[in-house]
T-cell receptor, first 112, second 112 residues
Framework: ETGVTQSPTHLIKTRGQQVTLRCSSQSGHNTVSWYQQALGQGPQFIFQYYREEENGRGNFPPRFSGLQFPNYSSELNVNALELDDSALYLC???????????FGPGTRLTVT | LAKTTQPISMDSYEGQEVNITCSHNNIATNDYITWYQQFPSQGPRFIIQGYKTKVTNEVASLFIPADRKSSTLSLPRVSLSDTAVYYCLVGREGGSQGNLIFGKGTKLSVKP
């Protein structure tokens, strides 16, 4: 198992609500990336934070936002939830921009 | 961004060697090839990364021909626990993880 943890494990929200997902990175890692994985698909890159600054963003609308804290933990916030936001949200940490990323177990979000 | 093509699925039996080939015809000079493994309801796990020729670790080997337009992940003597989805990714080290694109991967089924 990696040292990356995510909370909560599961979450059910109603369309239009807001949600915050949390991630603690592996010790020594200063970069956190967030991915969305729909059923049967590969993970889709949302954005990355490096030393508390956004360092790349995928094709996701502005209602997906994030933060990275001085201890390199991170949050993913999604506003105005839509049914299509239902997915597994994965957090991955790495040192710098290395492609050797360590993924957490994910948060399963269901929007009804 | 270099696009990759890999088989949707493969079947194997316990004890066999499995080779999964990935095509990346427009790979750039600075791109590395990275493979991840993902079990159901878990985050992907880094397996191996390479640039050219052959790389081997305790889990797998990665073969990359001189033209680098394809690569082959080799899993020796697979077991039932190797049943998973395997992703081939191509991207430039030092760039944002957004340079890494997860496709649908190859679903490997290992049978007894």
């Amino acid at each position: 198992e990696t040292g990356v943890t995510q909370s909560p494990t599961h979450l059910i929200k109603t369309r239009g609500q807001q949600v915050t997902l949390r991630c603690s990175s592996q010790s020594g890692h200063n970069t956190v990336s967030w991915y969305q994985q729909a059923l049967g698909q590969g993970p889709q890159f949302i954005f990355q934070y490096y030393r508390e600054e956004e360092n790349g963003r995928g094709n996701f609308p502005p209602r997906f936002s994030g933060l990275q804290f001085p201890n390199y933990s991170s949050e993913l916030n999604v506003n105005a939830l839509e049914l299509d936001d239902s997915a597994l949200y994965l957090c991955a940490s790495s040192f710098g921009t290395s492609y050797e990323q360590y993924f957490g177990p994910g948060t399963r979000l269901t929007v009804t | 961004l270099a696009k990759t093509t890999q088989p949707i699925s493969m079947d194997s039996y316990e004890g066999q060697e499995v080779n999964i080939t990935c095509s990346h015809n427009n790979i750039a000079t600075n791109d590395y090839i990275t493979w991840y493994q993902q079990f159901p309801s878990q985050g992907p796990r880094f397996i191996i990364q390479g640039y050219k020729t052959k790389v081997t670790n305790e889990v797998a080997s990665l073969f990359i021909p001189a033209d680098r337009k394809s690569s082959t992940l080799s899993l020796p003597r697979v077991s039932l626990s190797d049943t998973a989805v395997y992703y081939c990714l191509v991207g430039r080290e030092g760039g944002s993880q957004g340079n890494l694109i997860f496709g649908k991967g190859t679903k490997l089924s290992v049978k007894p």
